[in-house]
């Protein structure tokens, strides 16, 4: 609580997204350092390297000596990047498992709302009621399908019906057949009068009956070979 007795407004949480950012960013950071120190390690080196050829050794490990200190804070910034990242994945996994929670929340809550506060007893109810309509179709169905008892019959009785009545048919006398006229006999000597003209036979017709006559030539050799 502040003088004038009012409190400070809270300060908004961070979302998921904020502190994945803020991370980044402190990893941007932290390279730009590493770049800086990484740098400035090289340029120690080359100048330690000088102070060698000039035979100043005590000059060349001082200038050493600050290269490993850089060396060591580079280390640690290495060290800090990696826990950075591993915090992001931490995030990442956490955000993810929450959206996944909330899918299920979500298809649990769809489900409730399409089952409509349905039970295993209503749905048992339900069955039976569809069972019951099915036997009743079934039944009025064989009922309006069925044969009435008068047009049915035994094969055996139409069996026999028949064979008394083909028995009554051999059983039953041929009819007389009507009288006919005698027909006047003739003399197997009385032959039609010959023409006075010469019969013509078509061409084509008695071509014909050489090439069948010679056909059937053919067939009586080929069926004696």
Excluded: C, W
């Excluded at 991370?23 to 000088?50: F, G, M, P, Y």
């Excluded at 409509?116 to 036997?135: L, R, S, V």
């Excluded at 035994?154 to 064979?163: A, H, I, P, S, V």
Aim: hydrophobic share 35%; glycine share 2%.
């Amino acid at each position: 609580m502040n003088l004038f007795g009012k409190k400070k407004p809270a300060a908004p949480k961070p979302t998921t997204e904020s502190a994945i950012h803020q991370l980044n960013e402190s990893i941007a950071t932290i390279d730009k350092r590493e770049q800086h120190l990484t740098s400035r390690i090289d340029a120690l080196h080359k100048e330690a390297a000088v102070k060698l050829k000039k035979n100043d050794k005590k000059g060349a490990l001082n200038i050493m000596k600050r290269a490993k200190m850089l060396e060591a804070d580079v280390n640690k910034l290495q060290g800090t990047r990696q826990n950075l990242e591993l915090q992001i994945s931490t995030l990442e996994s956490a955000a993810m498992n929450a959206r996944v929670v909330d899918s299920f929340k979500a298809s649990t809550t769809a489900l409730k709302n399409i089952n409509g506060g349905m039970d295993a007893d209503q749905a048992f109810d339900i069955m039976d009621e569809m069972k019951e309509a099915k036997d009743m179709a079934k039944e009025l169905q064989d009922v309006i399908s069925e044969v009435p008892t008068e047009y049915e019959y035994e094969d055996d009785e139409l069996l026999r019906e028949l064979q008394d009545m083909e028995l009554e048919q051999e059983a039953t006398p041929a009819q007389a057949q009507p009288a006919s006229q005698p027909a006047t006999q003739q003399s197997v000597f009385n032959f039609p009068d010959a023409p006075a003209t010469q019969v013509q036979i078509p061409q084509s017709q008695s071509t014909q009956e050489s090439e069948d006559e010679a056909a059937l030539r053919e067939l009586q050799a080929s069926m004696m070979a």
